[in-house]
């Protein structure tokens, strides 16, 4: 449809105004050119009739056809024909209605001031071809009638082009509104997915370590008090520090020792279970990482190489960190497997599913690498991350304890 702006109070009352001035202006012009012959009827008549052509043609061209022509959807060599043809009907209808005008006042209003008298000879002595090659009939039209036109078209043309920028620049707000509104949906969304895949932590393991310190304490075994310790260091660290979308480097390293050191007390020899991670330092706590991200690889380790068989299993893991300019995560969980397929439960692959998930969500695909390894002996996971600067991310609170606290 075409752009319309809509009608109020003020346009009206700016119409009236205008329109009124022109019919003044018209006026006093008229009269001046009748001072050799005055005549107040034929003044009138004259006036009148070019104030009503200029308003109908106003109405016509301004709010029908050149709307359907420039504001709509149109190819170029659609709009240039339609406006030639616009042009050239509205100099020929300009043309009839002149000389219709000027033989009504020659045969009730003669003898006619000498602006019109000449205008009445040249019109009528004209033939058909000389309204279209005829300067002095050209010019003539064009200054009485069409040249009027001009200013009110130029004026709306103005007023439309503000109009339909604004309207436009409202809508686009609007859109950019709306894609702000998706995308901060979107991070809703996002931030409720790592809440709920945060806390999908397999619950055997709490059991595992309830059982261990129940037989250690049974047993009357002195590491009891310092694995009791351990488990609650572990369970503050998910309750208080995993909120965050991001926790320092060394709090999440020291979380995966206590947690290995807590499934060591059910396996022996030692030298089953095989971990290697760097030392916590001073530098390391300016880099954060997700929490939780990484222990999902170590529990199904645990899970379907150490506990799947009664003797012979083993586990590798391996975690180094490049903290240069752009800090890098690379780690290695390596597990045996057992002779028989470990039988599904309702949480199998969950703990999987999970991490892709909150890849997915954390980071950009060619961010990050994640390859896993089938084998008929053996399973395998290395994880690539990228570690973040502290500052880049949502700070940490302060006010949460961290692994080292009391």
């Not at 916590?280 to 068989?309: C, D, R, S």
Request: aromatic share 12%; charged share 20%.
């Amino acid at each position: 449809m075409a752009f319309r702006r809509p009608i109020t109070w003020q346009r009206v009352l700016w119409h009236i105004v205008f329109w009124s001035l022109s019919y003044v202006l018209t006026f006093s012009q008229f009269r001046r050119a009748f001072s050799s012959q005055p005549n107040a009827g034929l003044l009138h008549v004259v006036n009148t009739h070019h104030f009503l052509t200029t308003l109908v043609s106003f109405g016509l061209l301004g709010y029908v056809l050149i709307p359907r022509i420039l504001y709509r959807h149109r190819r170029l060599s659609e709009r240039l024909l339609l406006t030639t043809a616009t042009l050239g009907g509205y100099y020929g209808i300009m043309c009839v209605n002149t000389y219709g005008l000027l033989m009504l006042v020659n045969r009730f209003y003669a003898p006619l001031p000498e602006y019109l008298a000449r205008r009445v000879t040249l019109f009528a002595q004209a033939r058909w071809y000389d309204y279209v090659v005829d300067p002095a009939i050209m010019f003539f039209v064009f200054g009485q009638f069409i040249s009027y036109i001009l200013i009110p078209l130029l004026i709306k043309a103005i007023r439309d082009g503000y109009a339909r920028n604004q309207a436009q620049l409202a809508i686009e707000k609007e859109r950019q509104q709306l894609e702000l509104n998706n995308l901060l949906l979107e991070k809703e969304n996002a931030t409720k997915d790592l809440q709920f895949l945060r806390q999908q932590i397999n619950p055997h393991f709490l059991l595992n370590a309830f059982n261990n310190i129940y037989a250690l304490i049974h047993r009357q075994d002195g590491r009891a008090a310092e694995t009791l310790a351990n488990l609650s260091t572990l369970m503050r660290y998910t309750l208080y520090r995993t909120s965050q979308e991001f926790v320092p480097l060394p709090d999440e390293l020291l979380f995966i020792q206590g947690y290995v050191d807590m499934e060591r007390i059910r396996h022996s020899p030692p030298e089953a279970v095989d971990c290697s991670l760097p030392e916590p330092t001073e530098a390391m706590q300016y880099w954060l990482i997700p929490p939780l991200l990484l222990v999902t690889f170590v529990e199904n380790a645990f899970k379907h190489g150490l506990n799947a068989v009664y003797e012979g299993g083993w586990v590798q893991i391996r975690l180094t960190t490049e903290l240069g300019q752009n800090g890098t995560l690379i780690l290695t969980v390596v597990n045996n497997k057992g002779e028989t397929p470990t039988s599904h439960t309702a949480d199998s692959g969950i703990g999987l599913t999970n991490v892709r998930r909150r890849l997915a969500l954390l980071y950009p695909e060619h961010q990050y690498e994640l390859i896993i390894q089938d084998q008929p002996e053996r399973y395998s996971v290395r994880l690539t991350i990228p570690l973040k600067r502290k500052g880049e991310t949502t700070p940490t609170y302060e006010y949460a304890p961290t692994l080292s606290a009391n």
